[in-house]
């Protein structure tokens, strides 16, 4: 089956700093999105991509669709101790019969010190 | 508030219990699906409803049962469940096209 591989599984940094994070997939998708969850709650998304190449952004955060389909990064610009979370790709084949499933990442659990 | 509420948002109960997950959607979406989170895990994707027909059973074992009477509510019964089904068990909704699922925030199941 579809497997994704999102990296890095962690990251500890300073407030202030910029955060990079990055899914690959064995085959293609049609639509890439991020979320975020937080302790105790559901994943929020925070940003949903749709077309190869596509480079959206929401807040601090940017994200990307690859060329090949095959890949998406998230940027997080000037870390805040909000941040702290799991943010988890997740991978859309196209309608039809797919129904939207999501094929999820396995999660970057970041860390932010003040 | 993501329009998607799931009760009772925490849950123990024993292996020989019965117990019922109620998920409502407020959304106008007409799918709606069942996730189970465990520690370390990626999300496990259970059963999905396509305008209230089940259109996907990810191999889930029959102690657990779904039920989607209309598209705005997704039950999942519980009976005679295993330790290892202790996880969050998470719905979620999404409307047709590409639109993206919108997530509850979960169900906290513990199996004693």
């Known amino acids: 089956g579809q497997q994704l591989n999102q990296s890095p599984q962690s990251m500890f940094i300073q407030e202030g700093e910029d955060v990079s994070m990055n899914c690959t997939s064995s085959?293609?998708?049609?639509?890439w999105l991020w979320y975020k969850q937080d302790p105790g709650e559901g994943p929020v998304l925070l940003i949903a991509l749709y077309k190869a190449g596509e480079l959206t952004s929401n807040g601090r955060l940017t994200a990307q669709f690859g060329i090949t389909r095959k890949d998406s990064f998230l940027n997080i610009s000037a870390s805040i101790p909000s941040d702290v979370g799991i943010y988890f790709c997740a991978g859309q084949p196209a309608g039809g019969t797919s129904y939207g499933k999501l094929t999820f990442g396995q999660g970057t659990i970041l860390t932010v010190h003040p | 508030e993501t329009g998607v509420t799931q009760t009772p948002r925490h849950l123990v109960m024993g292996m020989t219990n019965k117990k019922s997950l109620k998920c409502e959607q407020h959304?106008?979406?007409?799918?709606m699906y069942w996730y189970k989170q465990s520690a370390k895990k990626p999300l496990e994707l259970m059963f999905v409803y396509n305008f209230k027909e089940q259109t996907e059973n990810n191999s889930v074992p029959s102690r657990f049962s779904p039920e989607c009477p209309n598209s705005s509510h997704l039950f999942l019964h519980l009976h005679t469940l295993q330790p290892e089904d202790s996880a969050l068990y998470l719905c979620a909704s999404r409307g047709t096209g590409d639109q993206p699922q919108h997530f509850g925030d979960g169900t906290r199941l513990s199996i004693l």
């Open positions: 959304l106008g979406h007409n799918a």
């Open positions: 085959s293609i998708f049609n639509t």
